[in-house]
C-alpha cells in the first residue's frame, strides 16, 4: 500500500527537483557506492514520483508515493516522513493527503454511533458552548445546560480554551453537569451529551480521560493540535474511552493559513482528523467572519463523512443561517452555535428553540422570510442576527 | 504572573482591532449584561492590549498580557489561549512569548548535565546522525556507530524519520549499539550518547521511551512537533526518563515558514521547546541550504542557553565550517552533522577526526586554510566541502 501526498508549488519554484528532493530526501536520505550492496533494501523504502500538473495560473502540483513500510500506521510518523524536515524548506504547501483505508486509528462512534447514544437519527444535531469562556464557576456551567438541555439542545461542549483551572476544576464541572443531563433524562428521557475539555500532559492527559469516563464523562473536547495527533490517537485506541471524542481546530490557522506553505485545512482538520480518531470534527464554516474558504470546507465535510465522522461547521452559526446549511449539508451536519443560542435576546432556552423551529419550519415547508415567521424565538433570533 | 506574547500585524491589518480581538476574545470571550454582577470573575482572566508599535515599513506588533491563572502551566493550553482559534482569523504572526521563569516543565540535563554525562566541558560536542535513514539494519547501526565511536565521536542520534519498523526495530538498534558504546567506554573511558527515536502513539510512547530507557538507552530523540508538546513534557516531567530529550524540529516549518500567519521560528524552536523541557534542541543552521535567517538562529541560540538547554545548529555543518559556527557559538554549542561525517571520503571514522582536527587547528591558532593544512581528515575533508 502507498501514501500519495500532493504538494503545490508557486510558480517560480522547480516542482520536478522538488518532487525529487522529497521522494529522497524525506525516505532513504542519501546513500553511496559503500551502501551498493543494500541498494534492494533501500529501494522498498524511496519515494515516488507521480504525476506533476502546473495549473495556467504557473502553480505546480506534484504527487509523490510514500511506501506505507516507512511509517507506523499513525499520525505522526506519517507527519515527519512526508512534511518533517522539508517543511522548513521554502515555499511548497501539502493539499492532499491519500492514505490506505485502513491506515491510523477508526472512531468509535462517528456518525452513526453518536446518533445511536442521542436517539436522533433523521435531522441535524444541534450544539452548544459555554459562553462567557473563562470566568464561570462549575455552578454556572449546571445552571446554563439546564436551561439549553431541557430546551430540547443535543450536545453542549467546553470552551476550547477553558482548561482544568482551580475556578472550576474540570471534575466539579462534569460533577455538576452530570446530575443536570441524570435530570433531564429522569424528565425527558433524553441523552444530552457534554463534551468536556481534557487537557493537561500527555501522560497526566490520558490518565484524566479514563478518570472523568469513569466519572460519567459522556463526551469529550480536545484541541488536538495543540496537544498532539498521538494523543487523540491514543484516547481513540483506549477502550476505557467508550465515548464520541470531539475534534477541535484550535492553533490550526498556524499550519493551514499560509498559502505557500504548510497544509491544507482539508488535509489537516479533514483526512488527518478522520484517520486520527475522531468521532466529530469542529471547524470554521464559511458562513462566519473567519475567511475560511467554501471549497477547504466542502472538503473536509466529504472526506469526513467518508469515515462516519460527523462534520461539526463552527462559526457563524445561528437559527437565520440554517436553511443556508442544509443547503450546503443536508442533515448529516452538527449545528454548533456558541453565541448563537447563547446571546438569543430571549435567553439561552430560546437561542436553543430557535433552531429547532428553523428546521421546522424548512421541514414543513413554510416560509423563513422574517415578515413570514410566528412571534417566538425564530422570529426574535432572527430580527437580531437576519 | 502574566504571559506577554507579541503579535506582528502586515500594514492592511489594524492592530489595535486585532489586538483588542485577541485580550478578549482568547481569554474570557464576550458576555454580557446577565454576567454583569460576575464581572470581578471575568476581568481576572481578561486579557491587556500593552505597546502597540508601528515600524517604517508598515508593519505592527501588538504586545499582549495573558494571565497566568488562564492556563495549565503547560504549553499546549499556553498555545491554545494564544493562538487557539485566533489562528484561523488571517494575517498575523506571534513573534515573541515571554513566560514566567517558572513556567512549564525544567530540562533535567541541559547543557550542564550532558556535560557532565559526556565528562567533556571546554569544547564544543560533536555529534552525528545514523544515515542513511532508512534500510539499515540494526547490525548495520552498530557497525557505524563503532566506527565513528572509537574516532572520538560524542552524540549520535537516529534519523528523525526512522521510527520503529521491523526491519530495524528501535529495541534491535538500541540493543546493538548499547554493546558498542560498552566497548567504547571499556577501551577509551569515553561515554558516548546515542539519542535514540522514540516513537509511536501517546501512551506507547510515554511507556516505550522508559523501557528504552530502562535497557539502557542514554540519550532520547523526539519529533516535539509532530507528536505534541504535551509528550516533551510528559517524558521531560517523567522520573523515570532520567536521560536527557534531544528535540528536532521536524514540521516546524507547517508552522513557522510563513510571513503572516503561524508563528516565528524563535517562538517555536526557541522560547516552546525551552519551556518544554528539551535538554538540546536541533534546528536548521543558516549555513545549510535551508532559507533559516541568521537572526531567528541567533535568537534561538541565546533562548536556549538562557534556560541552560544546549543549541544543535544542523544544517551544512562539516568541518570546513567550524570557524564560523565557534565565531557564531563559541563553544557551548553541539556540531551535529550527517553527511558532513557520514560521507567523509576516507569514511566515518574520518569525519569525526576532521571535526577534531578543526577544533584543535583553531585552538592552537594554526592557518585554516586549505593549502596550509597537513595531509588528513580535515584536509580531505575541506577538499570536499570547501
Known amino acids: 500500500m502507498t501514501i500519495e501526498v500532493e504538494y503545490r508549488f508557486p510558480p517560480q519554484i522547480d516542482p520536478q527537483k522538488q518532487a525529487n528532493i522529497i521522494a529522497i ?3 532513504a536520505g542519501t546513500w553511496d557506492a559503500r551502501f551498493a550492496h543494500l541498494e534492494g533494501k533501500f529501494k522498498q523504502h524511496l519515494g515516488e514520483v507521480g504525476k506533476i500538473i502546473t495549473d495556467p495560473d504557473g502553480y505546480s502540483t506534484a504527487t509523490i508515493y510514500f511506501p506505507e513500510i516507512n511509517v507506523e500506521n499513525d499520525l505522526a510518523s506519517l507527519l515527519t516522513m512526508i512534511f518533517g524536515k522539508y517543511s522548513m524548506a521554502g515555499a511548497g504547501k501539502i493539499v492532499g493527503v491519500q492514505l490506505p483505508k485502513n491506515y491510523g486509528t477508526k472512531p468509535k462512534f462517528g456518525i452513526t454511533g453518536i446518533r445511536e447514544k442521542l436517539g436522533v437519527f433523521h435531522r441535524p444535531l444541534i450544539m452548544a458552548i459555554f459562553k462567557p469562556a473563562l470566568g464561570l464557576s462549575a455552578a454556572d456551567h449546571g445552571a446554563i445546560l439546564a436551561e439549553v438541555a431541557m430546551a430540547g439542545l443535543d450536545i453542549i461542549k467546553d470552551d476550547e480554551i477553558l482548561p482544568d483551572l482551580d475556578v472550576a476544576p474540570t471534575g466539579d464541572r462534569l460533577a455538576v453537569c452530570r446530575q443536570v443531563k441524570a435530570a433531564v433524562k429522569a424528565k425527558t428521557g433524553r441523552t444530552v451529551l457534554y463534551a468536556v475539555n481534557v487537557t493537561g500532559r500527555a501522560d497526566t492527559l490520558l490518565a484524566k480521560a479514563r478518570l472523568l ?18 494523543v487523540l490517537e491514543a484516547l481513540a485506541a483506549d477502550p476505557v474511552i467508550n465515548v464520541p471524542i470531539f475534534a477541535h481546530p484550535a492553533f490550526a490557522g498556524a499550519m493551514c493559513a499560509a498559502p505557500h506553505t504548510g497544509l491544507s485545512y482539508s488535509v489537516v482538520l479533514g483526512t488527518l482528523m478522520a484517520h486520527g480518531g475522531a468521532d466529530a470534527v469542529l471547524y470554521p464554516a464559511h458562513y462566519g467572519s473567519l475567511p475560511f474558504s467554501p471549497t477547504e470546507e466542502r472538503k473536509i465535510r466529504d472526506i469526513l463523512r467518508s469515515r462516519n465522522v460527523f462534520p461539526v461547521p463552527s462559526a457563524g452559526i445561528h437559527p437565520g443561517i440554517v436553511p443556508q446549511v442544509l443547503s450546503d449539508y443536508g442533515t448529516e451536519v452538527i ?20 433552531f429547532f423551529e428553523a428546521l421546522e419550519t424548512l421541514e414543513q415547508g413554510n416560509s423563513f422570510e422574517l415578515e413570514n415567521l410566528p412571534p417566538g424565538a425564530l422570529r426574535r433570533a432572527r430580527e437580531k442576527w437576519g
Chains 1, 2 share one sequence.
Open 25 to 27: 530526501g524525506q525516505t
Open 213 to 230: 469516563v469513569e466519572a460519567g464523562a459522556n463526551a469529550l473536547l480536545l484541541n488536538v493540535l495543540t496537544y498532539g495527533f498521538s
Open 335 to 354: 449545528l454548533n452555535a456558541g453565541t448563537g443560542i447563547m446571546e438569543h435576546p430571549d435567553g439561552r432556552g430560546a437561542g436553543v428553540k430557535a
